[in-house]
């Protein structure tokens, strides 16, 4: 029977969609198979190999790397979130462990297909998300693994995205309010940290935005955000095929380059180049474009605003981020709908938690 997991690894990054596989750390172990699949061997090799570990910490060290050995099986699915981007990534395991001894760092791998890549997290409810943002390197999703295989067979994200908001509309509404310092009963009762807190506020915003607004609240809303990021904004009716949303200027009166024409696009589903290329169409000389959405862009879209100087692209990421950095700022009518308290969080590092 396939099974899906979800791993944590941010060491290496875009590396791990490249060439194709997932990894864990633990390197100075060596070879898990040179110790055999018996855990307390496991378990005893953990504990002299890292002699100042926190004795609680041992069994787990020694479950992850004993499940990412022998229990996942060629063909189970595995989910894998990446933190700097708020992003996750859908593959198949095609090969069995490998332990490579030339690698820079994690050294305990598995080749994988990648099926779906740079999926936004905005696609999936919430407890979804919960589940996989659990503290543990490798662990197996069990109960949301409808909705993820569901993601996977869909035929695409935009069809995903309506199934789930109706079904989601007939079961909870559209109000949904923060989880106070961004955290849920559903984490299975691990203490919080910083990271996973920031990564729960953040699904919050995108979600909140997906699910209160409207298409021309999203507009609205964007419209001040770059207000109180300095800019002069203001929404415009033009709305054909290519149109342009929002017009921002630095300049009071608008009469000074650049002048920023602005695309909104109010969904988690990924952008692709034929739909940034709409917006610079618009461009005329002294113009740059800003194309604004909640969800991510493929990796042609993002190829086209590596090779021009006059477009920016910003995902739901970069829209939390800003929020975060000018909160405060925001009209009352939106810090109504986006509920958020500042607030103090411990903030060790993994080895002290």
């Known amino acids: 029977m396939t099974a899906m997991w979800g791993i944590h690894n941010d060491a290496l990054g875009a590396e791990l969609v490249t060439n194709g596989f997932i990894s864990i750390g633990w390197d100075e172990i060596g070879d898990v198979r040179a110790i055999g699949r018996d855990r307390s061997t496991l378990r005893e090799a953990v504990a002299r190999t890292y002699p100042g570990g926190k004795p609680g910490a041992f069994p787990v060290w020694a479950g992850v790397l004993h499940r990412f050995a022998y229990e996942l099986q060629v063909g189970d699915l595995v989910v894998a979130p990446y933190k700097p981007d708020s992003t996750i990534n859908f593959g198949r395991i095609v090969g069995g462990y490998e332990y490579v001894p030339e690698a820079r760092t994690h050294r305990h791998r598995r080749r994988v297909e990648w099926l779906k890549t740079g999926v936004a997290r905005g696609l999936f409810p919430q407890s979804a998300l919960y589940e996989i943002g659990s503290a543990v390197t490798l662990f197996r999703i069990r109960r949301h693994e409808q909705i993820f295989q569901e993601f996977l067979e869909a035929p695409d994200e935009a069809a995903f995205e309506a199934a789930a908001t109706a ?37 919050f915003i995108v979600r909140t935005l997906h699910r209160r607004l409207t298409h021309e609240q999203f507009e609205l809303f964007t419209t001040d955000l770059l207000r109180v990021m300095g800019y002069q904004a203001r929404t415009t009716s033009y709305s054909q095929d290519g149109g342009v949303d929002v017009i921002a200027h630095k300049d009071r009166l608008g009469l000074e380059a650049p002048l920023i024409k602005v695309q909104c696009k109010h969904t988690t589903v990924s952008q692709g180049a034929p739909e940034v290329q709409r917006l610079v169409g618009t461009l005329s000389q002294g113009e740059v474009g800003l194309f604004v959405t909640l969800g991510t862009y493929t990796r042609e879209a993002q190829a086209m605003e590596r090779m021009r100087q006059d477009l920016r692209l910003l995902s739901g990421s970069d829209i939390t981020a800003f929020i975060l950095g000018h909160y405060e700022s925001l009209p009352t009518r939106w810090r109504d709908i986006i509920k958020l308290r500042r607030v103090y969080v411990v903030d060790l590092p993994p080895e002290e938690q």
């Open 167 to 203: 079904v989601e509309d007939s079961t909870t509404g559209l109000v949904e309010t923060a989880p106070e310092y961004g955290l849920s009963p559903t984490l299975d009762e691990e203490e919080p940290n910083a990271d996973r807190i920031q990564q729960h506020t953040q699904d």
